[in-house]
Nanobody, 120 residues
Framework: QVQLMESGGGFVQAGGSLRLSCTAS????????MAWYRQAPGEGRDFVAV???????KYADSVKGRFTISRDSAETTVFLQMSSLKPEDTAVYYC??????????????WGQGTQVTVSS
């Protein structure tokens, strides 16, 4: 069984910083990309950032220059360093991983989400 466990959300004032973490655990036989998405109240789930197993990154235009995605050396934990936060960054942030599980198939897995609230 595979789990993605997120942490690091919270409440911060505009201009502040937060660091999100997400660790994949369980019967994992390979991880390709790991990514962050977010969902604001009443909105759909939007892409934020992605990092490949080789370290290539891509960001949504709305967070470029403010957010940085990275992975640990074991490549099972992904981080999202968020700086210069704005009230419009308020959302539930979800971790996503494209990984091979015990079925020997590549599947998308999601974390349970962590709330980030930015006050003006």
């Amino acid at each position: 069984q595979v789990q993605l466990m997120e942490s690091g959300g919270g409440f911060v004032q505009a201009g502040g910083s937060l660091r999100l973490s997400c660790t994949a655990s369980g019967s994992i036989f390979g991880i390709n990309t790991m990514a962050w998405y977010r969902q604001a109240p009443g909105e759909g789930r939007d892409f934020v950032a992605v990092i490949s197993s080789g370290g290539s990154t891509k960001y949504a235009d709305s967070v470029k220059g403010r957010f940085t995605i990275s992975r640990d050396s074991a490549e099972t934990t992904v981080f999202l360093q968020m700086s210069s936060l704005k009230p419009e960054d308020t959302a539930v942030y979800y971790c996503n991983a494209d990984l091979m599980d015990s079925t020997s198939r590549w599947r998308d897995y999601w974390g349970q989400g962590t709330q980030v609230t930015v006050s003006s």
